[in-house]
């Protein structure tokens, strides 16, 4: 069974960096492409980083420049550098498989940017 163990979000002033990490069990972790998701109140889930498993990344529109995702294959996690944090980059951060469909989502890390 997959597990996903997200952390690293707390409460950061705008401008602010945060790093967030996933752990992932239950899988051969490094043949899959991973992602990290965003779910902030009254909106739907989105997308905001991918990493396939041979390191090419893609992100939203709205993080480039500021976010950079990357992954440890020994260690079976992914990481998500936040830099330069909006307001509006407040939510609940998720990682999952970049493709659907997703595995069982974990509890995710809250990130909440004060202005």
């Known amino acids: 069974q997959v597990q996903l163990v997200e952390s690293g979000g707390g409460l950061v002033q705008a401008g602010g960096s945060l790093r967030l990490s996933c752990r992932v069990s239950?899988?051969?972790?490094?043949?899959?492409?991973m992602a990290w998701f965003r779910q902030a109140p009254g909106k739907d889930r989105e997308l905001v980083a991918a990493?396939?498993?041979?390191?090419?990344?893609t992100y939203a529109d709205s993080v480039v420049g500021r976010f950079t995702i990357s992954r440890d294959n020994a260690e079976s996690t992914v990481y998500l550098q936040m830099n330069s944090l909006k307001f509006e980059d407040t939510a609940v951060y998720y990682c999952n498989r970049q493709r659907s469909p997703q595995w069982t989502w974990g509890q995710g890390t809250q990130v909440t940017v004060s202005s």
């Open positions: 239950g899988l051969s972790f490094s043949s899959y492409d």
């Open positions: 990493i396939s498993w041979s390191w090419s990344s």
